[in-house]
Nanobody
Framework: QVLLEESGGGLVQAGGSLRLSCAAS????????MGWFRQAPGKEREFVAA????????YYADSVKGRFTISRDNAKNMVFLQMNSLKPEDTAVYYC??????????????????WGQGTQVTVSS
């Protein structure tokens, strides 16, 4: 069982930045690939970014590439999402997720077994 708790969401103007954090309770945190997903009202949950257990590989949705950066601190069981140049279309609830690293479909919600409760990000124009 892995418990995940996101923090760092809020209201920001377009062009601004936010840093999301996710604290994980896991004995072997480095075993898990970590992902960030988001869900806007009336839309399906979509992939944002993922990072391998070691942190050596990162993956991004095209819509956030070059603006968002995912990172992790295995010593502290934390994963982060630095979001720069935010746009109104980034408004959503952002979820942290954990899944076994051997599953290759990092962009799919089905590749993750554990989910946080989510944190709201609102970008005003």
């Amino acid at each position: 069982q892995v418990l995940l708790e996101e923090s760092g969401g809020g209201l920001v103007q377009a062009g601004g930045s936010l840093r999301l954090s996710c604290a994980a309770s896991a004995r072997t945190f480095s075993y898990y690939r970590m992902g960030w997903f988001r869900q806007a009202p009336g839309k399906e949950r979509e992939f944002v970014a993922a990072i391998s257990g070691s942190g050596g590989s990162t993956y991004y949705a095209d819509s956030v590439k070059g603006r968002f950066t995912i990172s992790r601190d295995n010593a502290k069981n934390m994963v982060f999402l630095q979001m720069n140049s935010l746009k109104p279309e980034d408004t959503a609830v952002y979820y942290c997720a954990a899944g076994p690293g051997y599953i290759s479909t990092y962009y799919s919600t089905g590749a993750y077994d554990y989910w946080g409760q989510g944190t709201q990000v609102t970008v005003s124009s």
